[in-house]
Every structure is written in structure tokens, then in C-alpha cells.
């Protein structure tokens, strides 16, 4: 798993060519101008918010929600992330948004027991979503990840939604 996640934080760094906007809606440039919420579904990797399938929610305001689920059960181990997060846009334009995020997760990985040190995490940060296509839009997060064992670590986080505008 280790492997995986560092494998998947290299990829991430290298991908970001692929982003070039955010949430746009209508051509509106400035967050207070969105009267109705916006919803996506797609899917977040990251040490701060999970790693599964998540729904996001831009509210008609700077604020934006995100839950993110995923379970992966083999014959003798399941491994299980869930969490959520919270964003507030800083910088937004009609295809960018830059803002300050805040995250919440637990990770489960075993048989019985945890086998997971530090499986709670709360992480603080930044990000940027991007649109890539009309409804498709992708997030890079940087954020200083605080696990309850103790350790603070800088880390990415990826996101990939689809926009239901």
C-alpha cells in the first residue's frame, strides 16, 4: 500500500500539464455570483481526505464540501478510507479556483485489528481546481497532514470530478 500511495503522489506531480481550469458555471467569475449549488461525482486520492469515490458540493457562497468513501475486501483483509473536507475559495475565475481546504479522514486496513499507525488524519492546505473539459475539472491539493500517531507530513492529494451544472 505504502508502494501504491507513493507511486500514485509521483504521478499526481507529474500529471499536473493535464490541469488547465475549475468550476465555471455559466461564465460567472466570482463565487458570489453562483445562486444555486453545484454538484460533482468522481474520485479523490490522497493521505488528507481518503481515497474512493466522492461527491462534491459547491454551495452558492465561497464554500465548497466534499465526502470521499472507499472499501477494497479481499478474501482476509479489508481496507476501508473514509472522509471528508471543506474548501473555501480565495481566487476563482471562470476556470480556475484556488483555495484554502481543510480535511478529516480514518483509514482501516486488516483483519480483526487496525493494522494502519495513525488512522485518524486532519490536514490543513491548498489547492487548485482546474477545468479540464465543460463539466470535468480536476484538483491538486498540497496539504500538511497531522495522523494521530503524531506525525505532520506534507502531501498531495488528487481530484477528479464530474460537474452536474
Not at 17 to 31: D, H, K, R
Not at 33 to 40: A, D, I
Not at 81 to 87: E, F
Not at 144 to 163: K, T
Request: with cysteine.
Amino acid at each position: 500500500m505504502k508502494k501504491f500511495m507513493l507511486t500514485l503522489s509521483i504521478a499526481m506531480v507529474c500529471n499536473t500539464w493535464l490541469m488547465f481550469a475549475q468550476v465555471g458555471t455559466s461564465g460567472l467569475s466570482n463565487a458570489e455570483g453562483l445562486n444555486k449549488s453545484v454538484y460533482g461525482l468522481g474520485f479523490t486520492a490522497g493521505w488528507a481526505s481518503g481515497i474512493g469515490i466522492s461527491f462534491r458540493a459547491h454551495l452558492p457562497s465561497k464554500i465548497s464540501g466534499q465526502g470521499v468513501f472507499g472499501i477494497i475486501k479481499t478474501s482476509d483483509k479489508l481496507y476501508l478510507s473514509l472522509g471528508g473536507g471543506a474548501q473555501y475559495d480565495l481566487v476563482r475565475s471562470n476556470r480556475t479556483r484556488v483555495y484554502g481546504a481543510g480535511s478529516l479522514s480514518y483509514y482501516y486496513s486488516g483483519s480483526g485489528s487496525n493494522g494502519v499507525s495513525g488512522p485518524f488524519r486532519i490536514a490543513a492546505g491548498v489547492g487548485g481546481e482546474f477545468q479540464v473539459r465543460e463539466a470535468l475539472h480536476v484538483s491538486l491539493d498540497g496539504m500538511f497532514v497531522f495522523f494521530s500517531d503524531g506525525r505532520v507530513i506534507p502531501l498531495p492529494q488528487v481530484s477528479a470530478h464530474y460537474y452536474f451544472f
